[in-house]
């Protein structure tokens, strides 16, 4: 069993990086094998529309034929297990670079044909982690959670599922004191990182044991 976790944030050891390293020792704790794949290590593009993936007859058919450094990543993420998305949310989205792998990971998979078919190879479990200033309700109020579903619509209907773990509120400056951030409460901050990051953590760990024994 090989669960692999996509860290879609430039930081690699804050609050994503942090809850998906969760997930791994989740799964790891139920005897799986596990990677950690940082995106902002990795020198790639997003699709660029060269319908490789969608020719008939093609060689690329169903597969990226595009040739950077997301190709080999891409090649171990088709045999796997379980996959694991992680990002932080910039400007109510994911990152750009969890963008571009969605689109690299995903696209050739979703067939053109009428019954919107999954050519995905395999059976693969997959989750999608967030983690965001905003908190819960705020995350509600602003739609965050409309990007948030349909970005799990598209892993549902390439690998038949997807599991959303969310972590609202988080941790964002080493030092508040040298920021511009008034506009934060730091002591709900504060507050947030001791009591409610741990418990997503906890839940990290065990959305990383489900992926192992479902
Ligand atoms: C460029 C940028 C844009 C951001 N935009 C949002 C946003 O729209 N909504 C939000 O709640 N948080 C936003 N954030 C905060 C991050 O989502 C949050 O701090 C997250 O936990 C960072 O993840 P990391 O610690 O793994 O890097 C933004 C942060 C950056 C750097």
Redesign the pocket.
């Given at each position: 069993m090989k669960v692999m976790a996509f860290n879609g944030?430039?930081?690699k050891d804050?609050?994503?990086?942090t809850l998906l390293g969760k997930v791994l020792e989740g799964a790891a704790a139920r005897g799986a094998e596990v990677e950690m794949i940082h995106l902002y290590d990795l020198a790639f593009t997003g699709c660029t529309s060269c319908f490789a993936c969608k020719t008939k007859g093609g060689k690329s058919y169903a597969r990226c034929a595009a040739r950077d450094g997301l190709t080999p990543v891409l090649a171990r993420a088709a045999q796997a297990d379980a996959l694991v998305l992680g990002s932080?949310?910039?400007?109510?989205c994911v990152t750009g670079e969890m963008k571009s792998f969605m689109e690299r990971l995903l696209f050739p998979y979703l067939a053109y044909d009428k019954a919107r078919s999954s050519l995905f190879p395999g059976k693969v479990r997959a989750a999608f982690v967030y983690?965001?200033?905003?908190t819960e309700a705020e995350m509600k109020e602003r739609g965050y959670t409309v990007h948030i579903d349909s970005n799990a619509r598209f892993l549902e209907r390439v690998f038949g599922n997807c599991e959303i773990l969310t972590?609202c509120d988080?941790w964002?400056f080493a030092d508040y004191g040298r920021v511009v951030s008034d506009y934060f409460d730091t002591g709900r901050k504060i507050r947030s990182r001791q009591e409610t990051f741990p418990a997503d953590c906890a839940a990290a760990a065990r959305l990383g044991e489900r992926l192992v024994s479902a």
């Amino acid at each position: 069993m090989k669960v692999m976790a996509f860290n879609g944030s430039p930081r690699k050891d804050w609050n994503t990086a942090t809850l998906l390293g969760k997930v791994l020792e989740g799964a790891a704790a139920r005897g799986a094998e596990v990677e950690m794949i940082h995106l902002y290590d990795l020198a790639f593009t997003g699709c660029t529309s060269c319908f490789a993936c969608k020719t008939k007859g093609g060689k690329s058919y169903a597969r990226c034929a595009a040739r950077d450094g997301l190709t080999p990543v891409l090649a171990r993420a088709a045999q796997a297990d379980a996959l694991v998305l992680g990002s932080p949310v910039y400007l109510a989205c994911v990152t750009g670079e969890m963008k571009s792998f969605m689109e690299r990971l995903l696209f050739p998979y979703l067939a053109y044909d009428k019954a919107r078919s999954s050519l995905f190879p395999g059976k693969v479990r997959a989750a999608f982690v967030y983690t965001m200033n905003v908190t819960e309700a705020e995350m509600k109020e602003r739609g965050y959670t409309v990007h948030i579903d349909s970005n799990a619509r598209f892993l549902e209907r390439v690998f038949g599922n997807c599991e959303i773990l969310t972590a609202c509120d988080t941790w964002q400056f080493a030092d508040y004191g040298r920021v511009v951030s008034d506009y934060f409460d730091t002591g709900r901050k504060i507050r947030s990182r001791q009591e409610t990051f741990p418990a997503d953590c906890a839940a990290a760990a065990r959305l990383g044991e489900r992926l192992v024994s479902a």
